[in-house]
T-cell receptor, first 110, second 115 residues
Framework: DAKTTQPTSMDCAEGRAANLPCNHSTISGNEYVYWYRQIHSQGPQYIIHGLKNNETNEMASLIITEDRKSSTLILPHATLRDTAVYYCIVIKAAGNKLTFGGGTRVLVKP | ETGVTQSPTHLIKTRGQQVTLRCSSQSGHNTVSWYQQALGQGPQFIFQYYREEENGRGNFPPRFSGLQFPNYSSELNVNALELDDSALYLC??????????????FGPGTRLTVL
């Protein structure tokens, strides 16, 4: 599975959009981009995934560049409860393991 | 719908002992994966079970073993515990097939401390 690169940490103001970048320049055509987050003392939580089209659900939006070498997770209106470590993962559709990197530690401030 | 549950919540063992951790998958999910998360790091894949058979294994020694039962619940067994086995052990279940195969639903984890 392709390797991902994310910033170590970022701060965000409550009520503002949080834009979390992820670089996956070695992604192959059959690999999906998945995002998970882990709130302190909890197990990771699935957020969203995509192949090449932009995706949106009740939690977030995922923007994938046309060359698929990078993506951005957007939390449209960050709340204090969105403070967590966010993981970007690239995996084949039939892949059986999630490879977590270091993730981005997001702190939402009032 | 019941989510993924794990037991026990916390556990303290001494070096050389054996431990069994348990996981109940979410209703309708037949795939269970186990991960080890050391303090300050991302989870590391241990292995996965699909319909009672091992379906992939990460870079963990044979003293890490598992089982999946007909009701799709699962156990993780670790023999000859070492100090470095101290970690949060996470269980995740997922439904069969397609991209949703990777929408894994995680339990709260078992915190294992080896002294």
């Amino acid at each position: 599975d392709a390797k991902t690169t994310q910033p170590t940490s970022m701060d965000c103001a409550e009520g503002r959009a949080a834009n979390l970048p992820c670089n996956h320049s070695t992604i192959s055509g059959n690999e999906y981009v998945y995002w998970y987050r882990q709130i302190h003392s909890q197990g990771p939580q699935y957020i969203i995934h995509g192949l090449k089209n932009n995706e949106t659900n009740e939690m977030a939006s995922l923007i994938i560049t046309e060359d698929r070498k990078s993506s951005t997770l957007i939390l449209p209106h960050a709340t204090l409860r969105d403070t967590a470590v966010y993981y970007c993962i690239v995996i084949k559709a039939a892949g059986n393991k999630l490879t977590f990197g270091g993730g981005t530690r997001v702190l939402v401030k009032p | 719908e019941t989510g993924v549950t794990q037991s026990p919540t916390h556990l303290i063992k001494t070096r050389g002992q054996q431990v069994t951790l348990r996981c109940s998958s979410q209703s309708g999910h037949n795939t269970v994966s186990w991960y080890q998360q050391a303090l300050g790091q991302g989870p590391q894949f241990i292995f996965q079970y699909y319909r009672e058979e091992e379906n992939g294994r990460g870079n963990f020694p044979p003293r890490f073993s598992g089982l999946q039962f007909p009701n799709y619940s699962s156990e993780l067994n670790v023999n000859a515990l070492e100090l470095d086995d101290s970690a949060l052990y996470l269980c995740a279940s997922s439904p069969e097939g397609g991209p949703s195969y990777n929408e894994q639903f995680f339990g709260p984890g078992t915190r294992l401390t080896v002294l």
